[in-house]
Each structure stands twice: as structure tokens, then as C-alpha cells.
């Protein structure tokens, strides 16, 4: 009986490769069933479709595809598809003798009268029989099977390759190891300057800068991949040398072809780059690198530190009145501030004659420019002592004992000077130790009697308040 048989491709067109192929090699084993002289085919037709071309002996309303008799009663037949028939559906049969209408007659699997195909496997033929049906696969493939009895298609991995190096600098004249890794057959783009093509780990030895190409196959299935190889003679140029005060930054830089480092580490802020960031705490010289392969270049750059370091002296401690001479050291020009009490400011040894304990800051420039802060600090000590009260005065207009006050040679600074009368009224009030009360009260001249006073002024390293009574007399 003639049964039609066909192949049917349907889907999008997919990836394709020009050039490409596409290999599935077919297996049936047909124990137990009768073959006739011409042996085994598969058979079908394709359905019309301009894009697909089937290469192999496969052609429609012609004698079917000769199958190989491996041994005992299993055949095999290896069919070429374009690779714009990946992912597409095919349908065939396996047929038992080799003609299509030969006296005999074909027998072909999955008939009405014959055992049929498991529709796992299978679609309808329209004539009342099965046919078997796969996707064709990106790569190759292998169908194994058994008469009338479904099997899978075993498709063969897309294959897959990983190389190293990345790109890489080599010097003019080195030559560097190739890898290339893959469960596939590798092969490199041939190229005079590879130690071999039809291996994984050939040595370049490249003059100009040159791609590597290579390809890994499994079937007719292709990955491929490429290594980039800078050739160079390396060069280097650094910026010029700095001067930095202390706690201060640069950026430094640097030109040239090669990979660039720089060393020491100390006080960059990057050691693989071309523009690092110095803040070093000391003179220091930096190296700078290029490397390409055996290769190496080097420039350098002095980073000079001022660390300005200048010393005010030690705190001082003095009674009011007393002096002393400040020495200072470490720059090359000072600025004291405050002014008060010293005989120069822009001077490395002022005399110092303080009234009250002050700070002094020492600000000193380098020759360069860099400053530097120190200070002291001189306490005033005012003796209690020193320190006297008339019991009387008499604001009578003749030139003697005319005002009442505190008497002292150190006219130390007071806080508050004060007199009450006998009721506790203010009559009088200074914060100026020279300040006098002349006996009159919103200028009028105040009654005889005797008055309270109070003084509060530092003396003796401590806040201290004097009391005491004057008589006024007129």
C-alpha cells in the first residue's frame, strides 16, 4: 500500500547563521519486522515553504532517502537542514523497503492497518495514519527509536567557549598564552602570529596590536569569541614635583601608554590609576609605573611636606606691674594677638605687661608660606595688699583730701567699686580703679557722716571684695 507521507516546517525564522547546517542523524531498529532487498527510507514531503531547503537526497514524489544497514536490523540515515529550519516542526515516517511504489509494496509505520505510533509522538497523516513529529533542534541531534514505538530527539548542546585573558597590553616583542575553554571543538582563526589554530592554548606573538578570533563547534552549531591584544613600547611622564604645607593635598597625574601604577601607597588615594590624590605627612617621593608585558617604565615626583612647627613659649605667671620677655621659635615671621600689653606684635620676643591674665595666639609663617598656631597664656596676679583705704576725706574746696578711693601702685583692674549712705542708697559707682567720689550725689554735696564702701576686684590669684566705713568731713 502507498501511504503519502510529508514533512511540515512551521514557526518563525530564527537566528539564522549563513552558512550554517544543522544534523540530525536518524536511528530505527526494526527486530522482529520484515525488511525488504532495498531496505529502509524515511519518507515525506515538505510543505511549501520558499524559505526552507532541504540539502541531503530528500525530495518529494522521488525515490525516498537511503538509509545505511548498521548491523543486525538497525538503520541509520544523517539528514542536513539549513539553520533557518531551527525550532521548526517536522512530520516523517520510517518506510520498509526503498521505492516508493516498488511490486511489493512499502510498508510504513504508523498505518490504520499496521500498530500505530503513540500520539505522544505523532499527528495525524490525513489518511488515517500517524506520523512521527520533532522540533528541529539549533544544533544536531540524534533520534533513536524502534519501530511504531515514539522516541525522543536528543539534541546536541549549543555549544558554549569562555577565553582568557581579557584584553591585554603586551610589550613589542613578548608573547602571551591564549586560552580557550569549551566542551566543543576549538579552532582560532588562522593567524601567522598563533602557535597553532586547532587547539585551545596557543602563544601569540603579535608585532602590531592585533584580534584573536576563535570558535567553538558542536555539530553545526558555532559560539564564538575574541581576545584583544594591545602591543606597546610603554612610556610614562609624571607631573613635576609640589610643594604642600602640612595637612594639605595634591593631585598628581601622569601620561603614557601602559597600565599605571603608583608606590608607595602611603598617603594616595589610588595606586592603579593615572590622577591619585597625595595628602602625605612627610616629604615623600612617589613612583610611577607603566607596564606592558616584561616591560616597565618608571618617572617619579618629590612631594615636599612643610611641617611647620612653631613653639610660643610657656605660660607665664606675674604680679601686676611685672614683665617679661617672650621668645618664640619655628618660623620665619610671628603675628601675636591681642596687642594688649606686648611692645611689638609682629616680633618673635615681645616684652609682655599684662594689666589682666590673658591668652596670647602665636600665628608663624614659613618661608614657603605654610602657618603654623601656638599660644601661652601670662596670669596677672594682683596682691590684696597693695591695696589701701583713707578713713576720712574733706571735699572742702582746699586742694587736700578732696576725693576718696582706693590707693594703690599697681592700679590693678576692678570689677565694681562702690559707696552706699548710711541708708543703703548708691551714692557713688566706678569700674575704673583711678575712679574718685568727690562727695556729691547728682552734684549735690552729700551730708557729713560716715559711708559704707565695697571694692571687688582679682587680687591674689582670687575674686576678693574690700569693705570698709570713710568718714566724710567738711
Given amino acids: 500500500m502507498q501511504t503519502k507521507i510529508f514533512f511540515l516546517f512551521i514557526g518563525l525564522l530564527t537566528g539564522y547563521r549563513s552558512g550554517a547546517q544543522i544534523i540530525i542523524t536518524f536511528t530505527i531498529d526494526v527486530t522482529g519486522f520484515e525488511v525488504g532487498t532495498g531496505g529502509m527510507h524515511i519518507a515525506g514531503q515538505f510543505a511549501t515553504d520558499s524559505s526552507i531547503s532541504i540539502t541531503e537526497d530528500w525530495a518529494p514524489g522521488v525515490t525516498g532517502s537511503a538509509m545505511t544497514l548498521l548491523s543486525g536490523s538497525a538503520y541509520q540515515l544523517n539528514v542536513t537542514f539549513p539553520f533557518s529550519a531551527a525550532g521548526k516542526l517536522l512530520e516523517f515516517e520510517f518506510v520498509r523497503d526503498s521505492t516508493w511504489n516498488n511490486a511489493s509494496g512499502d510498508v510504513s509505520e504508523g498505518n490504520p492497518t499496521d500498530c500505530c505510533l503513540d500520539l505522544t509522538c505523532g499527528v495525524s497523516d490525513q489518511s488515517g495514519g500517524i506520523n512521527r513529529i520533532i522540533t528541529i533542534p539549533d544544533c544536531s541531534g540524534t533520534y533513536n527509536c524502534a519501530w511504531n514505538i515514539c522516541s525522543d530527539l536528543i539534541a546536541a548542546p549549543t555549544p558554549a567557549i569562555t577565553v582568557t585573558p581579557g584584553n591585554v597590553l603586551i610589550c613589542k616583542g613578548d608573547s602571551i598564552q591564549l586560552n580557550a575553554s569549551s566542551i566543543a571543538t576549538v579552532n582560532w582563526q588562522a593567524d601567522a602570529t598563533l602557535s597553532c589554530w586547532q587547539c585551545n592554548n596557543p602563544i601569540a606573538s603579535p608585532d602590531t596590536t592585533t584580534y584573536y578570533y576563535v570558535t567553538a563547534t558542536i555539530g553545526n552549531c558555532v559560539a564564538a569569541e575574541s581576545i584583544f591584544v594591545e602591543v606597546v613600547v610603554p612610556t610614562v611622564k609624571a607631573s613635576s614635583d609640589t610643594l604642600l604645607c602640612n595637612g594639605a593635598s595634591a593631585q598628581l597625574s601622569a601620561t603614557g601608554e601602559g597600565n599605571i601604577s603608583w608606590s608607595p601607597s602611603a598617603g594616595l588615594s589610588c595606586t592603579m590609576c593615572d590622577n591619585p590624590v597625595a595628602s602625605p605627612t612627610s616629604t615623600i617621593l612617589y613612583y610611577v609605573s ?116 582706693p590707693i594703690s601702685d599697681l592700679h590693678p583692674p576692678i570689677k565694681a567699686f562702690r559707696i552706699h549712705n548710711r541708708w543703703g542708697q548708691l551714692v557713688f559707682e566706678s569700674n575704673n580703679f583711678s575712679g574718685q567720689w568727690n562727695g556729691n550725689f547728682h552734684g549735690e554735696p552729700q551730708p557729713l557722716g560716715a559711708y559704707v564702701y565695697d571694692l571687688e576686684l582679682v587680687c591674689d590669684g582670687g575674686t576678693v571684695v574690700l569693705k570698709g566705713l570713710v568718714s566724710l568731713i567738711r
Fill in 290 to 405: 607603566a607596564a606592558a608585558g616584561s616591560c616597565l617604565v618608571k618617572d617619579s615626583i618629590l612631594i615636599t611636606v612643610d611641617a611647620i612647627s612653631i613653639n610660643a613659649g610657656n605660660d607665664e605667671q606675674l604680679l601686676l606691674g611685672d614683665s617679661v620677655q617672650l621668645n618664640a621659635d619655628g618660623a620665619s615671621q610671628y603675628s601675636w594677638q591681642p596687642p594688649d600689653g606686648l611692645s611689638c606684635i609682629d616680633c618673635a620676643s615681645p616684652v609682655a605687661v599684662p594689666i589682666v591674665t590673658t591668652t596670647y595666639t602665636l600665628t608663624g609663617t614659613s618661608e614657603n608660606g605654610c602657618k603654623a598656631i601656638d599660644e601661652l597664656t601670662i596670669e596677672v596676679i594682683v596682691p590684696c595688699d597693695g591695696i589701701f583705704f583713707p578713713n576720712a576725706f574733706t571735699p572742702n574746696g582746699d586742694g587736700r583730701n578732696e576725693t576718696f578711693g
